[in-house]
T-cell receptor, first 114, second 115 residues
């Protein structure tokens, strides 16, 4: 079955700890994206990658980091510098990263930092 | 910059009623793409439709229909004879081929369909 997997579904961390959210896709998509969703709000773009070994900041990249070493994988690290990390994080991918193509989303990871 | 406005935060209807979700967009690009996504309680976004700026034909898919009007920069979504399973948050989104080509989302409309 082709799709996007994000693990875990729920993640709990103590303040001051870095945490890495996993995103894997087997759709052979070139482009991958990370979005953050807060209650009652739309999705905001954190980082995106149009191709392996390249990525760009989105609207709210501060306190986050990513890597794109493999086409299938685009992990997101939430660092201790992120002031308000508790949120729902969604990963997406598309072919081939053009505006015309819809993005496919993973099931999301709900991160709670206390 | 792009902007998408969904003015209706929450709508509640009774099953079998028709309901329209509004979406207004802003962009200076002449070529752009509009999308609707559904987010059920599970959280995963489900793609519903894509419309490009050159195609103003309205589309119908079962109980769903979309009305795209460039003159008013709107891309409204109507559910006919709503069902409880339609309860979800619905997002309108916009993308353009210039710049980062990522989606710009509206804030979403929560639809509650009561039995």
């Amino acid at each position: 079955d082709g799709g996007i997997t994000q693990s875990p579904k729920y993640l709990f961390r103590k303040e001051g700890q870095n945490v890495t959210l996993s995103c894997e896709q087997n759709l052979n998509h070139d482009a991958m994206y990370w979005y953050r969703q807060d209650p009652g709000q739309g999705l905001r773009l954190i980082y995106y990658s149009q191709i392996v070994n390249d990525f760009q900041k989105g609207d709210i990249a501060e306190g986050y980091s990513v890597s794109r070493e493999k086409k299938e994988s685009f992990p997101l690290t939430v660092t201790s510098a992120q002031k308000n990390p508790t949120a729902f994080y969604l990963c997406a991918s598309s072919v081939p990263g053009l505006a015309a193509y819809e993005q496919y989303f993973g099931p999301g990871t709900r991160l709670t930092v206390t | 910059a792009q902007k998408v406005t969904q003015a209706q935060t929450e709508i509640s209807v009774v099953e079998k009623e028709d309901v329209t979700l509004d979406c207004v967009y802003e962009t200076r690009d002449t070529t752009y793409y509009l999308f609707w996504y559904k987010q059920p309680p599970s959280g995963e976004l489900v793609f519903l439709i894509r419309r490009n700026s050159f195609d103003e034909q309205n589309e119908i898919s079962g109980r769903y229909s979309w009305n795209f009007q460039k003159s008013t920069s709107s891309f409204n979504f109507t559910i006919t004879a709503s069902q409880v399973v339609d309860s979800a948050v619905y997002f309108c989104a916009l993308s353009v081929n210039t710049g980062r080509r990522a989606l710009t989302f509206g804030s979403g409309t929560r639809l509650q369909v009561q039995p």
